[in-house]
């Protein structure tokens, strides 16, 4: 099959794209390096004659409100139109397990409407939620930084490595489509401000960890369980603890 991968030079796409050749499939990097671009349409439709599948892992430049949402719903509404042309049997698009219950936060609204352009467009589609991921560690804390402090809830989440999640992404991407969708996690639960207590010194970050359970999740409210899966979640296999980029190194 062609597979355009949407965001198919990033930390997920550049996987896909890899893991789609291994299974001798024609998989295709779509990327404004790649001279793609999803905001203007340059490329799109180029890059997708003749394709049976996209997938879309791209994600916005920007986390501000009004930028993020104007990202997803222009790119998302170019490559729908773009493949309805095209005449591609199958939409795949990377989300966030628990989206619908962070809409406190633009970036996840952003997410939502995403989803419902997908949803509401005629090409068959199929979503997969996937929890946070290891290679976002740090910048999570960032997130969550005060000062000297980095201030976590102590909700469960259950993050996953971005290698167990290209192997989703590339198992949704080669079967039927769902017009459903689908979640996978990582193959552990922690306490959110537990496991980065954890997790930073392994990186060489001496930021004292606050368990605070005011802390928001850009910029949303947690819930004990608003971050995790549902019981028919796919797991991923790699522990955060035996993965070997715990330390901050690349792989």
């Given at each position: 099959m062609?597979?355009?991968?949407?965001?198919?030079?990033?930390?997920?796409?550049?996987?896909?794209v890899s893991k789609l050749?291994?299974?001798?499939?024609?998989?295709v990097a779509a990327a404004p390096n790649t001279g793609v671009d999803t905001i203007t349409g340059e490329g799109l439709a180029e890059a997708l004659a003749g394709a049976d599948v996209v997938v879309d892992v791209s994600n916005s430049?920007?986390?501000?409100?009004?930028?993020?949402m104007e990202f997803f719903q222009t790119s998302t509404a170019n490559v729908l139109a773009a493949e309805e042309a095209a005449g591609v049997g199958h939409h795949?698009?990377?989300s966030v397990v628990g989206t619908e219950r962070l809409q406190d936060s633009g970036y996840f609204r952003a997410k939502q409407a995403q989803e419902k352009l997908i949803k509401d467009a005629k090409t068959p589609y199929s979503v997969l939620h996937a929890t946070q991921f290891f290679e976002f560690v740090t910048s999570m804390a960032n997130a969550g930084a005060d000062g000297d402090?980095?201030?976590?809830?102590?909700v469960l989440f259950q993050p996953m490595a971005s290698e167990d999640v290209a192997d989703a992404v590339v198992k949704v991407a080669t079967a039927a489509p769902?017009?459903?969708?689908?979640?996978v996690a990582g193959p552990d639960q922690y306490r959110m401000d537990e496991f980065f207590r954890d997790a930073l010194p392994l990186r060489g970050d001496q930021r004292t960890v606050v368990t605070d359970p005011d802390a928001r999740y850009f910029g949303a409210e947690l819930g004990e369980r608003t971050l995790l899966p549902?019981?028919?979640?796919?797991?991923?296999?790699?522990?955060?603890?035996?993965?070997?980029?715990?330390?901050?190194?690349?792989?």
């Open positions: 062609k597979i355009v991968v949407i965001g198919g030079t990033g930390l997920i796409g550049s996987k896909v050749g291994e299974h001798g499939h024609e998989a430049p920007s986390f501000a409100d009004a930028d993020v795949l698009a990377l402090d980095v201030r976590f809830a102590p769902l017009n459903a969708t689908v979640e549902g019981d028919g979640a796919s797991l991923g296999e790699i522990e955060f603890f035996e993965w070997p980029g715990r330390d901050g190194s690349r792989h």
